[in-house]
């Protein structure tokens, strides 16, 4: 009787052992790259799902793993276009930020220009002078403005002087 006892004792231990033995070899690996996950950190997610693939590509965590390191695989996809779409926006926002600095600076220079020329237009003592002072200043117009007809007329009404007289 102790012999059939034992023998029931034994295979049971047996089984027990062949049942734990037969656990989900991925599961952990599988855990770890769901935690990694959680936490965006993508290069280690990806790296322990590809480990959970290896140990048991058939079991669920394998299986799991499979499917989960394809999302991890977009995620990647579109964290990197959206930084390089917000890098791309900030090169713009320096590139503008440059442009109208130098477009500032320019303007301040044209106004400093014209001003001196028109001190020198009201202190001008001959009519040579004044018309050449003139000719500088609308020729620095044209340079700011673009053209003849976008520069801003600054004669006054019925002067002999101003060729561009109203």
């Known amino acids: 009787m102790k012999d059939r006892g034992a023998r029931w004792g034994w295979l049971a231990l047996c089984g027990l052992l062949v049942v734990a033995g037969c656990g989900d070899k991925a599961e952990a690996d599988f855990a770890h790259c769901v ?3 959680a936490k965006a950190d993508f290069s280690t997610a990806a790296k322990a799902c590809e ?6 590509p058939n079991s669920t965590s394998g299986k799991a793993a499979a499917a989960k390191l394809k999302d991890i695989q977009v995620s990647v996809d579109k964290a990197n276009k959206k930084a390089t779409a917000q890098a791309a926006a900030e090169a713009d926002a320096r590139k503008l930020h440059d442009e109208a600095a130098a477009a ?3 303007l301040a220079d044209y106004e400093q220009q014209r001003k001196d020329l028109e001190a020198q237009l009201a202190n001008a003592s001959s ?8 000719a500088k200043l609308l020729d620095l117009e044209r340079q700011q403005y673009g053209s003849p007809s976008a ?3 600054k004669c006054a009404p019925n002067d002999p002087l101003c060729s561009d007289a109203n």
Request: zero cysteines; charged letters at 40%; aromatic letters at 0%.
């Open 35 to 37: 935690a990694a996950d």
């Open 51 to 56: 480990a959970a693939i290896a140990a048991d």
């Open 104 to 106: 500032r600076a320019k």
């Open 127 to 134: 009519t040579a002078d004044r018309r050449a002072l003139q």
């Open 151 to 153: 520069a801003k007329k």
